[in-house]
């Protein structure tokens, strides 16, 4: 099984969420590739409705770790719940880097998903800079530290690197297949590892011959249905 995420990043009303799936319904059948869209909060409740009984899945982009109180603009893992995800993604760069998020809070998000049976999908991977300066391998283990004993059966991997995410730049195929052998070394178990960062109809077909990349997390590309619907047939292609 391989897996096609489309994480729609702060895009997609509940009318664009609807008209979105039924494209999408229409457009593939994947037999081998597990389909799952993140859609902002707001369209949560109408992607459930939208993806019942088909095989699409459907997360959320983010949650607190708290189960209720004064925590002003947050989701608990009880809200989450209550609408049905399948999947809660954690640790996004734009998470880390944008509003902060630190690997101890990340832990505590990952251990509260686990407390309610949701699946995670744990994002990772390193900045320009941190590249360029050559530790990449360094950044990965320290963003898996605190979760590598806690990630189980179900939960996924993705590696990100911040530079490649929105930039249309991303790695060459032997610097994706070296990196997520990384990660796959560092974590020793069979938990899935997908590629993100700039993954598009053009290059999807590349990344998939990757055999080691279980799957993609797209952004951009996932906001329209017809280039989403060719990266999972290049990932369905591929088993
Ligand atoms: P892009 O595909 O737009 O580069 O975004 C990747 C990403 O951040 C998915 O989570």
Redesign the pocket.
């Known amino acids: 099984m391989r897996y096609v995420f489309g994480?729609w990043?702060m895009n997609g009303t509940i009318a664009f969420t609807r008209d979105y799936v039924k494209a999408l319904l229409n457009e593939v059948r994947p037999a081998t590739v597990q389909v799952a869209l993140f859609p902002p909060f707001t369209a949560l409740s109408n992607m459930a409705d939208a993806v019942n009984g088909s095989f699409v899945k459907f997360g959320s982009q983010n949650m607190y770790f708290e189960e209720s109180g004064a925590f002003t603009g947050e989701i608990s893992p009880a809200m989450l719940e209550e609408i049905g995800v399948d999947y809660v993604?954690l640790g996004?760069?734009?998470r880390r880097h944008i509003f902060n998020e630190s690997d101890e809070l990340l832990m505590k998000k990952l251990e509260a998903a686990h407390r309610h049976n949701f699946p995670v999908v744990f994002?990772i991977g390193e900045t320009l800079d941190e590249r360029k300066s050559g530790v990449t391998k360094d950044v990965i283990k320290r963003q898996l530290i605190l979760v590598k004993d806690l990630l189980r059966l179900g939960d996924l991997v993705?590696y990100?690197p911040v530079w490649?995410?929105?930039?249309g730049v991303t790695p060459t195929m032997d610097e994706i297949a070296e990196s997520i052998s990384w990660v796959k070394d560092y974590l020793k178990t069979d938990i899935p590892v997908l590629y993100?960062?700039?993954?598009?109809k053009g290059n999807a077909k590349d990344i998939a011959a990757i055999n080691i990349v279980d799957g993609a997390?797209?952004?951009?590309?996932?906001l329209k249905v017809d280039e989403f619907a060719i990266i999972i047939k290049a990932f369905g292609e591929n088993n």
């Open positions: 994480n990043k993604l996004h760069s734009e994002c993705a990100e490649a995410i929105g930039t993100g960062g700039s993954v598009n997390l797209v952004g951009g590309a996932s």
